[in-house]
């Protein structure tokens, strides 16, 4: 199911970049994580146009004014954000699981006792 999923996402991310030939908007038209890893594809208006992803990862667009990342990394909320020219531009990310709030681990700790400790009593002698 998983491999299905990555091979129809890579061909929509084929098609895409083979059916843009001139410039347009500044985009991102494919957001993914299909196998573990995080896809990205986008488009600025102009070729060799700087791109930042989430604010950690750069790139550069290509001739024909198109980027792309493959990375290992998840963002928390499952929405990437590309900064081009000064304008932000946004895509939920498919295929990507939310993460939930952190957790402390803790030890099991056993039930505390409270009262008396039980005995064992015999039983009563009959008369």
Do not use: W
């Not at 491999?3 to 347009?24: D, P, R, V, Y």
């Not at 102009?46 to 990862?57: E, S």
């Amino acid at each position: 199911m998983i491999h299905a999923m990555s091979i129809a996402i890579a061909a929509e991310a084929l098609l895409l970049s083979l059916c843009q030939t001139s410039f347009g908007a500044s985009d991102i038209t494919i957001a993914a994580i299909p196998t573990g890893r995080l896809y990205v594809v986008g488009t600025t208006e102009r070729p060799h146009q700087q791109v930042v992803l989430d604010g950690q990862f750069q790139t550069e667009s290509d001739e024909a004014g198109e980027f792309q990342y493959e990375l290992i990394y998840h963002p928390a909320r499952c929405i990437v954000s590309a900064l081009i020219d000064g304008k932000a531009y946004e895509a939920v990310v498919s295929n990507c699981g939310q993460q939930g709030p952190a957790t402390t681990s803790r030890s099991p700790t056993s039930p505390s006792r409270t009262g008396s400790p039980s005995t064992t009593c015999a039983p009563a002698a009959r008369a």
